[in-house]
């Protein structure tokens, strides 16, 4: 059996527990995961984590929901020895967690935009940090950016620029990692046909969106589905170990960087 098999493995998965992560943690499963441990943010996001989790215990893997607030280190910190204690040294550690403004820079306010920093850059440097201390070797880590990396558009600065340090940030551990066998990526979905999307969008914004991609018209919706996105996190997490450091954008020709 290869190393790189998702067969017998353990997975992390933060924001686990619906949408794009939910996904990722069920499908990680049924191939072969040994355990699953799903990572949700609040009590509003309780039941999605829990009807994940039957999920995968349905295949015959182990899983648990750990309840975070991930702003700060402490919390990533305890997020991965809660992880380790209930299903173990994790092989494959993937980063979903992200919040969505936009407002034009003019507009945005200190607060809102200490808040993006701290869910999609802060979050996700400390992930990292972690992820260097408690992967396995040869294991995978991958974390969640957005196309909007590839765009040039008004109004998701404090979006797109908190994500943009993330490439930077997966692109550093990629190196300092590379030694151990362990390869570490950032995807780039387009927007996305689940509720993180329309949450900021007016009505004619979601008709452009869905009219952008160049493989729009063969799309359900316009919209990149998530189910599009999984078999690439899939293929990062096995077989895929090779590619590392790079930012793999899936968006149906959306954007292209």
């Not at 499908?27 to 799903?38: E, M, N, P, T, Y």
């Not at 972690?130 to 995978?140: F, I, P, T, Y």
């Not at 990396?149 to 990629?174: D, I, M, N, Q, W």
């Not at 990526?185 to 869905?210: I, L």
Request: proline content about 4%.
């Amino acid at each position: 059996m290869s190393q790189h098999s998702i067969e017998g493995k353990v997975v992390l998965i933060a924001g686990g527990a619906k949408n794009l992560g939910g996904l990722i943690a069920r499908d990680l499963a049924a191939h072969g995961a040994k355990a699953v441990a799903i990572h949700y943010h609040s009590d509003s996001s309780k039941a999605d984590a829990d009807a994940t989790v039957a999920a995968i215990e349905a295949t015959g893997a182990r899983a648990v929901a750990l309840q975070a607030d991930l702003g700060s280190a402490a919390a990533v910190e305890k997020l991965f020895t809660e992880a380790f204690v209930a299903v173990g040294r994790p092989d494959i550690a993937i980063n979903t967690v992200g919040k969505v403004l936009k407002k034009p820079i003019a507009e945005t306010s200190e607060a809102e935009y200490d808040e993006m920093a701290a869910v999609n850059s802060k979050s996700a440097f400390f992930f990292l940090k972690e992820a260097s201390r408690h992967v396995n070797d040869h294991g995978k880590v991958i974390t969640l950016v957005t196309s909007l990396l590839g765009a040039f558009t008004p109004f998701y600065a404090s979006y797109a620029g908190t994500k943009a340090a993330v490439e930077h940030f997966t692109r550093a551990a990629a190196k300092e990692l590379g030694a151990r066998g362990i390869s570490v990526n950032a995807v780039g979905p387009g927007p996305m046909d689940t509720p993180f999307f329309y949450g900021q969008e007016s009505a004619e914004a979601v008709a452009y969106h869905k009219s952008a991609a160049a493989l729009s018209p063969c799309s359900p919706t316009g919209l990149t589905q998530i189910e599009d996105v999984v078999p690439f996190i899939r293929h990062l997490a096995s077989d895929g170990w090779w590619i590392t450091g790079q930012t793999i954008l899936i968006n149906g020709g959306y954007t292209t960087k």
